[in-house]
């Protein structure tokens, strides 16, 4: 086991033994890309309104401002490497391949070598050399898996059309109101189907959208008081309220 940060890249191998406490696989966003190598487990994984058992050897790809899970089985074994690097350290042509596919690709043992040569790497070399090393590992990774066909996934109809209809209409203002009256249901009946399926409250699930897209705009040079309004709000303090509140409760590259 092992792990690895420097430079916007982390990469680890981990073990979570049946006997060990229980880890939290939380319900969450993040800005920048993460990778799973399934080695072992029962897990089931979500990724927005998609979700798929994986098996050993599977992959996923989670890419930026995508929400995503594991149920995790606590008495079986769970193993797996897991890449988390920023996407301005992948070539755009490739980040763009990505983000045109699925989440979700069964069967990749072949790539179970590599994950070990990083491990290996990680006992033979400098900090430094390191940081080289696993940069070329990823972008080889990455582009092997550009080059892949996605694996089929359990989606809800109902909740995979919610969803893209909410980052359809991020910038829009958004409430409860206004996405069930676009799909002819009740308020009650679109909070309790959302909240069934994706383990979280669907207005909930907007306002960290939001703030996901506000921080990448932010990052990118936008004022916050230009994506304040971009996004919908028509109140600063309301905004900058709920972005310090999502923004410095997300995951990042360290957890």
């Known amino acids: 086991m092992f792990r690895y940060e420097k430079n916007g890249i982390n990469i680890a191998h981990k073990l979570r033994r049946a006997s060990d406490p229980q880890d939290d696989f939380g319900r969450h966003m993040h800005n920048f890309f993460e990778v799973l190598y399934l080695v072992k487990g029962d897990v089931t994984y979500n990724v927005e309104s998609a979700k798929r058992k994986l098996y050993p050897g599977d992959v996923v790809v989670v890419a930026p401002g995508l929400y995503h899970f594991a149920e995790v089985n606590d008495d079986a074994p769970y193993e797996r490497y897991t890449l988390k690097f920023q996407e301005n350290l992948i070539p755009a042509p490739v980040v763009s391949r990505l983000r045109g596919k699925g989440a979700f690709f069964g069967d990749q043992r072949k790539f179970l070598p ?142």
């Not at 829009?172 to 009256?181: G, H």
């Open 114 to 255: 590599l994950f070990d040569g990083m491990e290996t790497s990680y006992n033979s070399y400098s900090e430094e050399d390191l940081y080289y090393l696993f940069l070329c590992d990823t972008l080889r990774l990455l582009v092997m898996l550009s080059s892949e066909e996605t694996s089929s996934t359990e989606q809800n109809g109902i909740i995979r059309q919610i969803v893209g209809y909410i980052d359809d209409h991020i910038y829009s203002p958004l409430s409860l109101e206004s996405i069930a009256s676009e799909f002819s249901f009740s308020k009650s009946y679109i909070s309790n189907v959302f909240k069934k399926e994706m383990k979280i409250p669907i207005m909930q699930y907007v306002r960290n959208k939001k703030m996901i897209r506000a921080q990448q705009l932010i990052l990118s040079g936008e004022k916050k008081s230009y994506v304040c309004q971009k996004l919908g709000f028509d109140n600063y303090s309301t905004f900058y309220r709920n972005y310090s509140s999502v923004i410095g409760g997300i995951s990042t590259l360290s957890t």
